[in-house]
């Protein structure tokens, strides 16, 4: 299992590819906050929920200051589809070889009607303007996860 992050601890920087097939780098986002969430798999029931709540919350959370990227193991052919199904407004970022979920603490044992597996843990990083871990919960849950952040960040409701 990866070693999770802490807040204060530098946050890996990363470079993507988005749905549309374009490189993003973590860094690029500098000066600003950053919400960096991790789901298992595009267009699953948990996954649209989470993605569609971010989605609902993005014009509040950019308000506040932060940008928010979703990074999955799916292939940018599957985001850029699921992207535009769901009418995502935020990147989504391909992580196929899991690398930089890896570097986050998002990836590792799991347990799911009794089989232990290796996967991708859903978990939300939140980064500071200088690249800095501000918040970092993993396991979160898909539904509610979003308003739950917010008041963790002290976002208005």
């Not at 070889?97 to 799991?110: F, R």
């Not at 597996?117 to 993993?138: F, H, K, N």
Request: hydrophobic share 40%; glycine share 10%.
């Amino acid at each position: 299992m990866s070693e999770r992050l802490a807040a204060g601890e530098s946050a890996p920087d990363f470079t993507l590819d988005d749905a549309a097939g374009n490189e993003m780098t973590l860094s690029s986002l500098r000066g600003g906050k950053v919400v960096v969430y991790f789901y298992p798999a595009a267009a699953t029931p948990g996954c649209t929920t989470e993605a569609c709540d971010f989605r609902d919350n993005l014009a509040s959370l950019g308000a506040a200051g932060y940008t928010v990227l979703g990074i999955s193991p799916d292939p940018v052919a599957k985001l850029a589809s699921f992207s535009e199904q769901e009418a995502l407004t935020f990147p989504l970022l391909s992580d196929e070889d899991h690398a930089v979920a890896e570097a986050y603490g998002a990836w590792g044992e799991k347990k799911n009607y009794g089989k232990t597996y290796e996967g991708l843990i859903r978990s939300t990083i939140v980064v500071d303007e200088e690249g800095r871990v501000a918040l970092a919960q993993y396991n979160v849950r898909a539904t509610g996860h979003v308003a739950k952040l917010r008041r963790d960040l002290g976002i208005d409701q």
